[in-house]
């Protein structure tokens, strides 16, 4: 059997309903909005959400060699969120070695390092701009962060082991699929107008969905003006990846829909087996993705 990992991804998103049919009045709205969204500039820059300043700012504090740790206890201070996620990380298991309690935000950067609090802060800050209407959150909203977090996962997993940056990796692993946002966000105002108990299923949409989230990914990091090694590697995702980065990207993307899939009973372990066999992967480091993604 031959396993279409984009087509099957969406199967875990929406069911096998209508897979043969044409595309419903819903999916026909959605798509006409999206459509209006990529071909018109202030339409598309209303659509992407603003990127924290925050995390402008870490960005350019992890680019800079001249960066120092009191910059990142200084900016991780100014945002009680973020402050209060890293002070949990440091005291959970995997960190604490004392028995007093890490109650300080400079302690807490001491345990975890400068890439350790990059990753945290990273998937706080992103995590809030991956929403969509609350009535559907939980069916849309849920599934796209757990797939970033898990693409995010793997690929600083895949980074480490060839020898690449981890955090570069990390943060475009969640990054990736921001663009599935801005057309959920067009699918959920279609459903409240048209038919809220609809889902979405005919595989023209989820191949028109797929091709325009990378479009939207790639022009939504272009206008958050994040380095151009991020916004490069997003591009080649419609072709043959070249870059590092990219290749990296385009692996992780594979093996972490294909944890979906089985996770969902559509892989069976045989075609994992042949797909990590595809994809140079050996076990050791699919063992370990599954170990970090179960806790």
């Known amino acids: 059997m031959s396993i279409t990992v984009s087509t099957d991804f969406y199967d875990v998103m929406f069911g096998k309903e209508n897979v043969n049919a044409d595309l419903s009045i819903v999916e026909e709205k959605t798509f006409h909005n999206v459509r209006n969204i990529l071909t018109n500039a202030k339409k598309l820059n209303k659509a ?18 001249n960066s120092e740790f009191l910059q990142y206890v200084a900016l991780i201070k100014k945002d009680p969120g973020l402050a209060s996620a890293v002070l949990k990380v440091a005291n959970s298991a995997k960190y604490a070695r004392r028995e007093q309690e890490i109650v300080s935000v400079h302690k807490a950067v ?15 800050l992103m995590e809030a701009l991956v929403s ?25 997993l895949l980074a480490e082991d060839e020898g690449e940056n981890g955090v570069d990796a990390h943060f475009l692993g ?6 599935k ?9 279609a459903l409240k107008a048209i038919s809220p108990g609809e889902s979405p299923g005919s595989q023209i949409f989820k191949e028109l969905m797929s091709e325009m989230s990378l479009d939207i990914s790639y022009h939504i990091a272009k206008e958050w003006g994040i380095p151009e ?21 385009y692996k992780a993307n594979v093996l972490s829909e294909a944890y979906l899939l089985l996770e969902a009973d559509i892989l069976d372990k045989d075609e994992l087996n042949d797909l990590l066999s595809k994809e140079a992967v050996d076990m050791r480091l699919w063992q370990e993705f599954l170990e970090i993604t179960s806790k």
């Open 132 to 156: 969509v209407s609350p009535a559907y959150h939980k069916k849309f909203g849920l599934q796209i962060w757990k797939h970033s977090q898990q693409c995010a996962v793997m690929c600083e």
């Open 229 to 249: 090694i991020y916004c490069q590697a997003l591009l080649q995702q419609r072709i043959t990846p070249s870059s590092p980065l990219a290749k990296l990207l």
């Open 181 to 189: 946002v801005v057309i959920y966000n067009c699918l959920c105002d």
């Open 48 to 65: 992407i959400p603003p990127l924290p300043d925050i995390l402008i700012n870490l960005l350019d504090m992890l680019k800079d060699p």
């Open 110 to 124: 001491n345990v975890l390092g400068t890439a350790g609090i990059t990753k945290i802060a990273l998937s706080v």
């Open 174 to 179: 969640l990054i990736h699929d921001i663009g």
